[in-house]
């Protein structure tokens, strides 16, 4: 069974800290992408990578960057916190390369607080 | 621009009923679809998907109808059980492996 672990459950971070967000699959997926979900507007997609060291921006890129230095593991960061960055994070992979239909398997989110 | 709209934002079914969750798109380059479950702090699962060269997918409980010429799909859960109240998001992709979410029904089911 697909495993995505994000590295915590919650956070509280402050105005203006750089905040890392980790995420690691255990299938050996190409494809990994973050989210946050917000109330009324669902789940955007952030930023997502189709291979190590690749990364392309989703809808809403704006204050974020991402990392892939392992094929197992992706980063996401916020460069400098703001409050409106508030939201639950959610990581997910698959497999199949850049083009794929294959389901996305997600962990269970991190829900960040920014004051 | 909300390419993928669920526009019930939540659903109540007595159980044992259908429960009928509806979903409509906008991008016409869309041509596979996937319906999503979310229960309160957990991550979204897999529930179902279409490709849009069919025009229905059944699994188990679960149906899902295509409308491609109305760009609407729906997902039919037959009989509706109490464990299936949950959050549904309806996703969409077209040539790349990104999804484009909708904004989720609540579905409760009731005793």
């Known amino acids: 069974d697909v495993k995505v672990t994000q590295s915590s459950r919650y956070l509280v971070k402050r105005t203006g800290e750089k905040v890392f967000l980790e995420c690691v699959q255990d299938?050996?997926?190409?494809?990994m992408f973050w989210y946050r979900q917000d109330p009324g507007l669902g789940l955007r997609l952030i930023y997502f990578?189709?291979?190590?060291?690749?990364?392309e921006k989703g809808d809403i890129p704006e204050g974020y960057s991402v990392s892939r230095e392992k094929k197992e593991r992706f980063s996401l960061i916020l460069e400098s916190a703001s409050t409106n960055q508030t939201s639950m994070y959610l990581c997910a992979s698959t497999s199949g390369g850049l083009i794929s239909n294959q389901p996305q398997h997600f962990g269970d989110g991190t829900r960040l607080s920014i004051l | 621009d909300q390419q993928v709209k669920q526009n019930s934002p939540s659903l109540s079914v007595q159980e044992g009923r259908i429960s009928i969750l509806n979903c409509d798109y906008t991008?016409?380059?869309?041509?596979?679809f996937l319906w999503y479950k979310k229960y309160p702090a957990e991550g979204p699962t897999f529930l179902i998907s279409?490709?849009?060269?069919?025009d229905k997918n059944e699994d188990g409980r679960f149906t899902v109808f295509l409308n491609k010429s109305a760009k609407h799909l729906s997902l039919h859960i037959v009989p509706s059980q109490p464990g299936d109240s949950a959050v549904y998001f309806c996703?969409?992709?077209?040539?790349?492996?990104?999804?484009?979410f909708g904004t989720g029904t609540r579905l409760q089911v009731t005793l």
């Open positions: 990578s189709y291979d190590v060291k690749m990364k």
């Open positions: 996703a969409a992709t077209g040539t790349a492996s990104k999804l484009t």
């Open positions: 991008n016409s380059m869309f041509d596979y």
């Open positions: 299938m050996d997926h190409e494809n």
């Open positions: 279409i490709s849009s060269i069919k």
